[in-house]
C-alpha cells in the first residue's frame, strides 16, 4: 500500500513522531527502531548539550530530526531558537513551541501564530504545536505552516483525547497533515485519533513512563498502523438501540 | 516473545478469534489471512450447509474450527447442538450461546450456565458466550469452563466497550481466559480492551461491516497486538489536574 | 403537573428513595426532610437494633418504610428475612436483596428471582436489586416484582452510571417502575438517569460522604426532580457535526 | 443561604441565564420565568426590530438584559454594536461575541480580547464568549473582563460538556465568574458543570428545541439549583475498584 505521510515536501512512512525529552541517551535507539519512528522531536538545548555525550550521536541515521522552540515564551524567542538550530546544521523542519504557563504547559495560539509566519517566510517546514482552536489552524495555514499538532490533553499527562470533537473538526476543516501532540497516553487513544483521520501521532511521555519502554513503543507503532488501516478501510455503521446477529443463518434452533 | 494464549490446553498465538457468520465464503480465507486468525466460530447450521458449496473448504487447514451453539434457546438445545457438532468432527471445541431475547440477542446467564456444566463433563472445552456478571462468570469457572466470552454491547451493535467496569472486574477476579466477544466495533476499543488484560477478542460484525474487509480485519490484528504488548508493557501514570514537560531540561529560555 | 410513582398500588410524589444504612440516627430526619423523600430503605437488623434507640423514632411519620433483606447469602435467608420484617410490623414491602460476593457486593440475580418469586405469592410488595440483564428482569417480571432496581454501578463506590446503556433497554422493554439503585454519585447522574426515562433513584452513599448531607440530599432532590421534568419535556435533537446559531435573526453586521 | 452570583458589581440570584435568539414573543415571558431566570440576552437587531411588537414588551420588568454583540466578525464591529446597545438604553452589560467562522460558529477569541479591552476601558460590565483556552481567559482577566463565558460545545448543537477538562481548568485557574455558554443540551450537563465549580448557565437552544418549553426552562433551573448545591455541599469520594455497603451494620445473615 503506498501511503505516505507528506510534510513539508518530506515523505514519511512511519506516522509515528517520538518526543525525546523524557528518554536517557542509552534508549533512544532502542525506542527509535521497536517504534519504527522516523521523526524525533529534540529541544535545541538538548542538541546542544555538549559535554562528551552528544543526543544526536545516539539517534540513527535516515531518522528526521526536528528540533523544538522548547522554552521560548513568545513568538521572538521561538524565532531565534530556530534560527540557531538551522545554523547548528539541525535542518529547515522546526516544531514551534511557544508556552507562557507553566502548570498546563498550554501553547500560546497567537505568538505560534506570529512565530510560524516568520520562519514560514524565512524556509523553515513549520509544524506549530496548538491549542486545537479551528480559527487559529486557519490562521496557522494562511501563515504557512506544513502540519498543526493540537494536543490532545496536558502535557506529558497521559489523560488521552480531551480534546476529541475539536480535533476532528480540524480534521473535517484544515488541509494540512493533522499531528496529534502530548497527552496520548496509551495505544487505543492513538489508535482512536487515527480512525478519526488524524495523519500522525507525537508521543513521548506515554512510553517514557511505561515500565518497558521498548514494548511499548512497539505497541505505539502498531496502533498507529491499526488505525490509519482501521481509516482507510472505512468504519462499519453503529447500531443504535438494538443487536443484528452475525448471521444471516440465525434462527431458532427448531425454527 | 513467548506469550501465548492457552484455552483448555491449546496454545495460539494469534488473540483475535473471528466470527463466520457474516462473511461470503469467497472472502472467508483472505480475512483469516488478513487478521491472523487462528480460530474461527461456526454455525453448526452452516458446518452443516450441504450444498455444492462447503464453508470448511474456504477456511485454511490449521486453522481451529470453534462451534457455536446458535439457535439454541435453552440449554437442552445447546447441548444437543454441541452433540451434533462433535459427531461431525468439528472437534471438542464449543462455544456456548443461548439466547431467548430475538432483539438485543442477549444471552441467558442462567441456562449457559446450566449447558456448561453439561458440556464440560462430556469433555468438551467450553467457551459461553456470557453477560459479563460477576457471580456468573464464577459459576462458569465451577461448571468446569476453559474461557468466559463476555459481551461489550449487544452483538452486531458496533457499539464498543459498553461494559467497560464489569469486564474489567472479570479480568481482575477470574482466573480464565476472558474473551471479549460482541459488539467491538473500531479496533481502537479491541486494543483499549486488551490493555485492560483481556486476553482475547472475538469480532466478525466490525470487520464485515466496512469498506474493505482485508483491510480493516488487518487493522484489528494491529490492534489486538498493540492491547497485548502495552498490557505486558504496563501503562504509564495519569496526571489528574497539570502537565509535566517532557523533558527534564525544558525551563524557559532566558533561566 | 399528576405525575406519581406507582409502586404496588401506592402512589408517591417523590421520586427520590433514601437509604438508610451510613446515616447516624440523628441526622436521618433532617435528610429525609431535605431530600422530599418518602420511601425510606432500612436493614432488618437495624430496624431490631433494639437497646434503647430505635431508628423508627427518627423517621418522621408519613414515610414508606422499606425493609431490605440485607445479609442474605441466597433465596431462603431473603425470604426468611422478609418475613421477620412482616411480623414486626414493617408493613409489605420488600427490597429483596441477595448479595454473595463480598468484594464488590452484586446481587446473586438467579436467587432474587427465586426470592421475589415466592415474597411475591406471599403478598408482598417486592422490589429486587439486580444487576442490569434484561433477560433477568422480564423474569422478575414475570415473578410478580413490582418493580425493578438495577445498579449504576458497585455499590457505595459513586461511581455514577456505568451501566448506562443496559439501564436504557430496561426502561424500554420492561413495563415495571426502574428504580435506579447503587453506584450514584452526584446529582447530575441521578438527573441523566431520570432523563433516560428512570422511574426514581435509590441513594445513601452519595448523601453520606458529602461534607454537609442536608445540603447534599437537597441536590439530590432538585436533581431528580429536574431529570424527571426534562423526561417529560422531551429532549432536542443533537446535532452532529455543526453549530447552529441561536437566533433565526443572526447574521453578519454589514449582511 | 446567601450565595448570590455577582457580576460587575450586581447581584444575582438565579444562576441561570437565558438566550433569547429562538424564542418567539410569545413564550419569552413564560419561559423566563419558569426558569426563573434574572438575566437574558439579546441581539441588538432584535431589541431594534422595531415594527409594531418590540421584544423588549415581553420581557419581565427586573430582569437584567444583556445585549450581544451577535453578527461581529472583528472587534471593531464588537465595539460598535455594544455601543450602539448602550445608546439605546440597554444599560452597561455587553455580551462580546466576535464569530467569523459560519459553520461552527466559534469565537474569535483574539479578537474577543481586542473588543474587551476597549470596551472594558469605557466602562462596560463585559462578559466575553469564548474558546476555553486558559491563555486567552488569563488575557481576558487582564484586558477587564467581568466574567468568561467559555463554551461548552458548537453552539446550538445540544453535544454537552465536550470541553469539560479545560472549562475545569478555568474553574480552578480564574478569579472571575466562569458561565459556560453554548452547547448544553441537557439539564443533567448543567447540572454537571455546576458541580464542577462553574458560576453560572447560559443557554436557549437546549429549552428552544424541547417539545415543552416551559417545562425545559423549569429542569435547566432545577438542575442549575441542584449542582450549585452539591458543589457547595462537597462530593464524596469515588471508589476505583470496589464496593463499600452501604450499612456498617451489614453482614451475612449468620455471622
Chains 1, 2, 3, 4 share one sequence.
Do not use: W
Not at 522554552?71 to 516544531?95: L, Q, T
Not at 516568520?118 to 496557522?140: H, S, T, W
Not at 491499526?226 to 478501510?233: K, P, Q, V
Amino acid at each position: 500500500m503506498d501511503d505516505k505521510l507528506i510534510i513539508g515536501g518530506h515523505e514519511f512512512d512511519s506516522r509515528f513522531i517520538l518526543g525525546s525529552g523524557k528518554f536517557s541517551l542509552e534508549i533512544i535507539n532502542a525506542v527509535v527502531k521497536m517504534g519504527g519512528a522516523e521523526m524525533i522531536t529534540l529541544a535545541l538545548r538538548r542538541a546542544n548539550e555538549g559535554g562528551e555525550e552528544n543526543i544526536l550521536d545516539y539517534i540513527p541515521e535516515n531518522i528526521s530530526l526536528i528540533p523544538n522552540t522548547s522554552g521560548a515564551r513568545n513568538a521572538e524567542e521561538a524565532v531565534r531558537i530556530a534560527r540557531i538550530a538551522r545554523e547548528m546544521n539541525c535542518g529547515d523542519f522546526v516544531k514551534v513551541e511557544v508556552i507562557r504557563d507553566s502548570k498546563y504547559l498550554f501553547p500560546d495560539n497567537h505568538e505560534t501564530v506570529k512565530a510560524t509566519e516568520i520562519l514560514a517566510k524565512e524556509g523553515f517546514v513549520v509544524l506549530p504545536y496548538m491549542y486545537p482552536d479551528l480559527n487559529v489552524a486557519r490562521d496557522l495555514v494562511n501563515a504557512g505552516a506544513s502540519a498543526v499538532m493540537p494536543l490532545a490533553a496536558p502535557i506529558g499527562s497521559n489523560k488521552g483525547l480531551a480534546t476529541r470533537d475539536f480535533i476532528k473538526i480540524l480534521v473535517d476543516e484544515i488541509d494540512l497533515p493533522i499531528i496529534v501532540d502530548a497527552g496520548i497516553g496509551r495505544p487505543s487513544q492513538a489508535c482512536e485519533a487515527m480512525e478519526m483521520g488524524v495523519d500522525a501521532i507525537m508521543c513521548n511521555t506515554a512510553v517514557a513512563t511505561s515500565r518497558d519502554v521498548s514494548l511499548m513503543a512497539r505497541a505505539f507503532k502498531l496502533a498507529i498502523e491499526s488505525g490509519r488501516a482501521a481509516y482507510l478501510a472505512g468504519m462499519g455503521r453503529v447500531l443504535a438501540g438494538k443487536a443484528e446477529a452475525s448471521s444471516p443463518l440465525t434462527g431458532f434452533l427448531e425454527d
